[in-house]
């Protein structure tokens, strides 16, 4: 059975204050609404349908750099979550299937979670995701029979026997396409809101004689982000979460609590991550990689037996070799260090491809940028960079080639060739006895004088 994912993603999230559409605000550096486009992955999905309102071109904009197949539904008026339903049905025309609709504001609902209601789904029409709410305050209360969901009525409405109902509707539903988009067509706006409730389905279901039911799942799932202070609480929720699958993933964490993830971070099995790491954006660490403490990467790939830190910054584009080593206060940017390649202390490698065996100096330097343009350096197999040197980009140091301490490199370094670009020493003989004396003497006058 093929799925399609329609996430809405229309509403404006006024308790944010901010000129940002809620949706685009971030959890582990992702925003809101790739966290629940990400469990729908779950389903396979053939297709997935954003539907956009407030701030519709830049969430619009986002949601294509994810993934350029989503089509986006624009919902001009925000008219009620059937409405925003029903902005999906031209885009699902001619799409034969089930459709599942998720919150763009909901960020929390499992994998796990989806496929119980894929499961539910062989035995009944319409299926709605709900939880026990241990405060059910405003939301709409499931009223069920047994296992038959007989309608959904929001707190606006309902009586006070149907508000004591703890049972809530989390809003996600699934349902065949083309049956979801003829109960839609039926739904009205008469109710304490003025609003199309997508709930309405239901009824209209079970008036046409499909059967809906519910699956339920932990309330923590249907968490939505309204606030701020919500969405702090959240990335908390996400962290937590994510150092539980790194450490069920075989990955040491040695204090769990002081490592932050993003939603794509991928860590191999064994892979050791001290204290006090942070993983921006789109990290790969294979199995066996080290990460000491106080490192900061993002865009980057480490590999097996590699390590990094502390203090170590792996900016986009960044690849570490095998077995390769970088040291503390080490930045490197769109460069590959080669296997076993030693970057060990103080040093900035950008725009560059250092290759395997190579030993790189404290304190050098690709001097990538002359203010306009960013230059390439490469540096061969097994050549060993003097500490100190400044390879002005762009640049070729040969294989098994050698610089000076304390070097301007400006041209090429042929293979095997040692260069040295920096001015001759000249010593004087007992010069510095001498100029001691002198300077001692005019500051004992001084001292005279008062
Ligand atoms: C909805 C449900 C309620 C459920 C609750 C769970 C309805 C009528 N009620 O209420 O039963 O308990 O979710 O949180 O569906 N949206 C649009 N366009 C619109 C309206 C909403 O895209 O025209 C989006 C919002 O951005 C949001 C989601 O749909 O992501 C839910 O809308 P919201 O207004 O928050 O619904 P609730 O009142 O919370
Ligand atoms: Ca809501």
Same mark, same amino acid.
């Given at each position: ?165 703890? +049972?809530? &509707?989390?809003?996600? %539903?699934? $349902?065949?396409?083309? @049956?979801? !988009?003829? =109960?839609?067509?039926?739904? *009205?706006? #008469? ?55 790194? +450490?069920? &993933?075989?990955?040491? %964490?040695? $204090?769990?609590?002081? @490592?932050? !993830?993003? =939603?794509?971070?991928?860590? *191999?099995? #064994? ?63 769109? $460069? ?115």
């Amino acid at each position: 059975m093929a799925t399609a994912l329609i996430l809405l993603a229309a509403g404006q999230g006024s308790r944010m204050n901010s000129e940002l559409p809620k949706v685009l605000h971030q959890i582990g550096n992702a925003p809101l609404f790739a966290h629940a486009l990400h469990a729908g992955g779950a389903l396979d999905p053939t297709r997935t349908v954003i539907v956009v309102g407030h701030g519709a071109d830049a969430v619009a904009s986002q949601a294509l750099s994810l993934d350029e197949d989503i089509i986006i539904a624009h919902q001009d008026e925000q008219l009620g979550t059937a409405h925003a339903v029903l902005q999906a049905k031209e885009a699902l025309a001619d799409f034969e299937g089930d459709a599942y609709v998720l919150y763009g504001d909901t960020p929390f609902i499992s994998a796990e979670t989806l496929e119980k209601m894929q499961t539910a789904r062989t035995q009944h029409d319409v299926v709605v995701l709900g939880f026990e709410a241990a405060h059910p305050g405003r939301y709409g209360r499931l009223v069920m029979d047994g296992d038959t969901l007989l309608h959904i009525v929001e707190f606006k409405d309902a009586t006070e026997e149907e508000r004591s109902i703890t +049972l809530c &509707n989390s809003g996600v %539903l699934c $349902a065949d396409a083309k @049956v979801l !988009f003829d =109960l839609l067509s039926e739904v *009205g706006n #008469d109710n304490a809101a003025g609003e199309y409730y997508l709930p309405d389905v239901i009824k209209i279901a079970r008036s046409k004689g499909l059967s809906a039911t519910t699956v339920s799942c932990n309330e923590a799932e249907t968490l939505g982000v309204n606030t701020r202070t919500e969405l702090a609480f959240a990335e908390s929720l996400f962290q937590r979460a994510k150092r539980t699958e790194m +450490l069920e &993933n075989g990955v040491t %964490l040695v $204090a769990p609590e002081t @490592v932050f !993830f993003s =939603l794509d971070t991928y860590i *191999g099995r #064994d892979a050791i991550i001290d204290p006090n790491v942070v993983f921006g954006p789109n990290v790969t660490i294979e199995s066996g990689a080290r990460i000491k403490s106080f490192s900061h990467l993002e865009g980057c790939h480490v590999s097996t037996g590699a390590d990094a830190g502390p203090f170590a910054r792996l900016r986009p584009g960044a690849e570490l070799g095998n077995d390769a080593h970088v040291g503390n206060f080490v930045e490197i940017k769109n $460069a590959q260090i080669g296997e076993g390649t030693k970057v060990g202390h103080l040093a900035y490698i950008g725009d560059a491809d250092i290759g395997d065996g190579a030993n790189i100096g404290a304190g050098t330097i690709t001097c990538n940028y002359d203010g306009v343009f960013k230059h390439r350096t490469t540096v061969g197999r097994d050549a060993f960079i003097g500490s100190n040197t400044m390879l002005v980009a762009p640049v070729n140091v040969g294989i098994e080639a050698m610089t000076g301490s304390g070097s301007v490199i400006t041209k090429d370094v042929p293979n095997g060739a040692l260069a040295i670009a920096r001015a001759k020493q000249d010593n004087k003989p007992m010069l510095a006895v001498k100029l001691f004396q002198k300077l001692r003497a005019l500051k004992a006058k001084k001292t005279e004088e008062g």
